[in-house]
């Protein structure tokens, strides 16, 4: 006489093999798409703590981020951004140049300003 087993057992070892399948995929649906970008350059302004940084993307990207990890010698830019919504789709690729204020902890002085993205020096216009 074999073991007897009750229906409900199957379906329940199904379901949760799907829920730990699933997992990952509604991981990925939740979380916000970013896209970090490279700083091609940057301007100071009157104010010797805040300076402009210059970067290239689709104009219906929105700022999300925008860090300076400031130390002594140098300033490293982060700039972060993400579509207006998350079923947005443009259909197009093409990029224009725009500008973000970023205001540091210390005045830039003379140190060196450093794309995040790309780890490369970034000139000042």
Do not use: K, N
């Amino acid at each position: 006489m074999g073991a007897r087993r009750r229906p409900r057992t199957g379906a329940l070892v199904l379901l949760a093999v799907l829920a730990v399948g699933a997992a990952p995929v509604a991981r990925e649906v939740l979380r916000p798409v970013t896209e970090e970008v490279s700083v091609v350059a940057y301007d100071r302004t009157a104010d010797p703590r805040v300076i402009v940084a210059l970067f290239e993307a689709h104009p219906d990207l929105v700022p999300h981020r925008v860090t300076a990890d400031e130390d002594t010698g140098r300033v490293v830019l982060h700039v972060v951004l993400r579509p207006p919504s998350r079923w947005w789709w443009s259909g197009d690729d093409h990029a224009v140049s725009r500008r973000i204020r970023v205001r540091l902890d210390a005045p830039l002085a003379d140190r060196e300003v450093i794309d995040g993205r790309l780890g490369t020096p970034v000139p000042e216009r």
